[in-house]
């Protein structure tokens, strides 16, 4: 499933004013695992469990979705960004926003014709062609996404945001070394993001290296510890180790933060460490 985006924005050059209170929002990221802490700069964002068949074990279910922000809230945003537009109907950035905003909003037809728009009135911006792209990709327009954000690197090779969506592509794709190569990138450019190495760290699990896997997951933990989707890959992991006492200690890990492992792993590793009801 796919997961809202959680937004930021850079000033960019040019004319017109970016209304007030709009531009904290920020750079599409298209997917995040779950349990990240939504910060203070950041908008809402629905999480999602990772799905990857990393080490051959079931994903764990979904924690409950945590508080979005109101649609009221977007549609004031966006009526600020209309009056902008209504003072220069050519202001990309304008558009750029409020096809952000739409998108937050998940109305997407409108969002993709205000970034189609953005793009038109400054082809060079990057960041347009990366929230474009988690249009197309939230429409299951796969290959559009891919472009999109393949034209974002070119533009901006320090897009972290673009490298990170081409990597949940690639990895959804079965394509596991250009994701983590995207993911890799990622981390380069911005190592702050939890989401970045869990993701790689789900990679390296899936080529075997579970030791990186390990240090990537407890890499993601010291940036945000209530990420569940870290958890739920090291109890993966340790599984995979044989080391069941960790595994344990990260699913009730998972459990106290409001996640929940699926009663089939639950269930195996019972088994494996010799547990009964």
């Keep these: ?60 279910g979904k924690r409950p979705e945590p508080p979005k922000k109101s649609s009221l809230e977007l549609d004031q945003a966006i009526s600020k960004v209309n009056k902008t537009l209504e003072a220069d109907p050519k202001d990309p950035r304008a558009y750029y926003y409020r096809g952000s905003l739409y998108s937050l909003k998940g109305d997407l037809d409108p969002a993709l014709s205000d970034l189609d728009k953005a793009i038109e ?3 060079r911006n990057s960041d347009a062609y990366g929230n474009r792209g988690v249009v197309h990709a939230r429409r299951d327009e796969t290959d559009k996404a891919m472009k999109d954000f393949k034209k974002a690197v070119e533009i ?66 010291e940036i945000d510890p209530g990420n569940l989707g870290a958890y739920q890959g090291r109890a993966f992991a340790y599984f995979e180790e044989r080391n069941y006492g960790k595994c344990w200690d990260n699913v009730r890990k998972m459990g106290s933060l409001g996640g929940k492992m699926t009663e089939g792993f639950v269930d195996s590793l019972k088994k494996v460490s010799g547990i009964t009801d």
Excluded: M, W
């Design 121 to 123: 009135l400054d082809p």
């Design 156 to 221: 901006n090779p320090s897009n972290a945001s673009a490298h990170y969506n081409q990597g949940f592509l690639y990895a959804k794709e079965g394509e596991v070394d250009r994701a983590l190569s995207s993911f890799e990138r990622s981390i380069a450019l911005d190592p702050s993001q939890a989401s970045s190495y869990v993701h790689a760290a789900y990679a390296y699990g899936k080529k075997g290296n579970l030791n990186k896997a390990l240090a990537y997951f407890d890499r993601a933990l």
């Design 1 to 60: 499933s796919n997961a809202l985006p959680d937004l930021f924005f850079r000033k960019r050059s040019g004319t017109g004013v970016v209304p007030k209170g709009v531009r904290r929002l920020t750079r599409q990221k298209l997917f995040k695992p779950e349990g990240s802490n939504v910060l203070a700069q950041r908008t809402f964002v629905f999480c999602i469990v990772l799905t990857l068949a990393v080490f051959g074990l079931p994903a764990c």
